[in-house]
């Protein structure tokens, strides 16, 4: 029965997010069943102590991230940054390749260790227009995203930024470039066949004599095409995002040492010390230094094109981080008290059965990370609960635990993306379209992510190659 519950909460709550009802209202319903059909007293006391201990901390620690995201992407609308870069893309790689570039830059930034949060954000009105001008469905659009952020830059390639590959590493001790060569054949693998379906139903839509589409949501605000900067100079604060990222991340350590107190010495005003502990800060210092360096940037070399409409743009801007943020963390939250629940136990040691260790933690991690709708959330509780059986199963069949890092990373990020996804959910929400619009491009990528880790662990058996 307490399996049951757990399906039955993650069902409602997918019904209710793909039917477009807010997940800021529904995760907390969905999630309080739960309990209530399992321990009816402890409905409250769940409520506080897990459910919104999760969301709160989740905003605490990403909301600046979201709103300089917003900020930063409204900004390189505003200048005309991003029909620049799409002008110059349609001259030199054609209006045919709009979902190649939007992948490419996508993977880009992730790859330059950008939040995936942040990377909707900064690519939309990019990707607006190239649509736009190609006369390309905009319900095709968060497919091509989701391909470029969510999926082989996140987990895939060695040697990435993102959390889901450095989860592994304090486990396994291991390092992000684990199994180099598997995770480069598992990104070619998504990359060629995830281009090859969205060209599919490019095609098929644009034979079709659908276009770009009217009456449209939170769409980019149209900006003069005389005299607009310079590609060069309009794709230079993407390029300073990744850099600045990569850079701040080691120098942030080294400014700061291990960690930093504030004493009532230095401010008065407060009681005690207050000590952080960069190691847990560090990245996300780096993103909002960089989003601050990017805006800068733009605001500086357009001001003339940005100043007028900065306050009401910024506006905007603000509603829909707080909207997009609200949505994760609410998600957060109600994977934090699904992972609670007795039937999530029963999830966990049903799937210690299974008897290969690279299928055991690939499944696994999967269907945990489907389950609380987090790639990073699922991939902690599978490894908190049984990275000791995926480690000693694996010494016993000999594989490295290379590989068993870069399946675990890879797996993550498959089945994670189900509708109620804070992630799904934050690129919907910017790009103004709905679940029953473009989910299903969404949940194509998902499945060849998935099939991409299989993928993998073919590849490790038939050749040995790590």
């Known amino acids: 029965m307490s399996f049951v519950i757990v399906i039955a909460a993650l ?38 102590g897990i459910f919104m201990e999760k969301m709160v901390g989740f905003v605490r620690l990403y909301f600046p991230v979201f709103l300089l995201g917003a900020v930063f992407g409204k900004v390189i609308e505003l ?37 995936l949060f942040v990377v909707v954000f900064a690519v939309y009105p990019f990707a607006a227009e190239l649509y736009r001008q190609s006369n390309i469905p905009k319900r095709l659009m968060p497919g091509a995203i989701a391909l470029g952020a969510f999926s082989f830059t996140m987990d895939s390639l ?16 291991t390092t992000t470039w684990a199994a180099p060569v598997l995770g480069i054949i598992g990104s070619l693998f998504i990359v060629i066949v995830g281009l090859t379906y969205l060209e599919w139903r490019r095609r098929g839509a644009m034979a079709a004599g659908e276009g770009y589409g009217t009456s449209l949501l939170n769409e980019p605000e149209r900006v003069e095409t005389a005299n607009l900067p310079n590609p060069l100079l309009a794709i230079a604060p993407l390029v300073l ?13 080294i ?62 801007a603000v509603a829909g981080a707080l909207l997009a943020s609200m949505n994760t963390a609410s998600e957060y939250g109600f994977g934090g008290v699904i992972a609670a629940l007795p039937g999530f136990i029963v ?71 189900l509708p109620h996804n804070g992630a799904v959910i934050t690129l919907l929400a910017v790009t103004g379209l709905t679940h029953r619009e473009s989910y299903r491009d969404i949940f194509a990528v998902t499945i060849i992510k998935t099939l ?13 190659i790590v």
């Open 158 to 173: 060695p040697g990435t930024p993102q959390i889901q590959n450095i989860i592994p590493t304090t486990f396994f001790k």
């Open 11 to 48: 069902v409602f709550l997918m019904l209710a997010a793909y039917r477009g009802y807010s997940v800021i209202l529904f995760a907390p319903i969905a999630a309080l069943g739960a309990v209530l059909l399992t321990e009816p007293t402890a409905v409250a006391p769940v409520f506080s």
């Open 255 to 316: 400014w700061y040492g291990e960690s930093f107190t504030v004493t009532p010495d230095v401010l008065p005003g407060i009681h005690a010390p207050v000590t952080t502990t960069i190691k847990q800060v560090v990245g996300i210092w780096a993103v909002e230094g960089a989003l601050v360096l990017g805006i800068v940037l733009v605001i500086v070399t357009a001001f003339h094109r940005v100043s007028s409409r900065f306050a009401n743009g910024t506006k905007a």
């Open 79 to 115: 200048s005309g940054f991003s029909e620049s870069i799409v002008i110059a893309a349609i001259r030199y790689i054609g209006r045919s390749r709009a979902n190649a570039v939007i992948v490419a830059v996508c993977a880009l930034l992730t790859y330059g260790g950008v939040s």
């Open 452 to 464: 991409a880790v299989f993928f993998v662990i073919i590849v490790f058996y038939t050749t040995g």
């Open 241 to 253: 995002v990744g850099v600045a990222n990569f850079l701040l991340t080691r120098w942030i350590p």
């Open 347 to 417: 999830v966990s040691d049903a799937l210690k059965s299974i008897p290969n260790p690279l299928v055991n933690a690939a499944v696994s991690v999967s269907a945990l990370a489907g389950i609380t709708g987090s790639a990073s959330g699922g991939m902690s509780i599978a490894l908190a609960a049984m990275s000791d059986l995926f480690i000693k199963s694996a010494q016993y069949a000999n594989i490295p635990m290379e590989v068993l890092h870069r399946v675990v990373a890879m797996a993550s990020g498959g089945m994670d993306t």
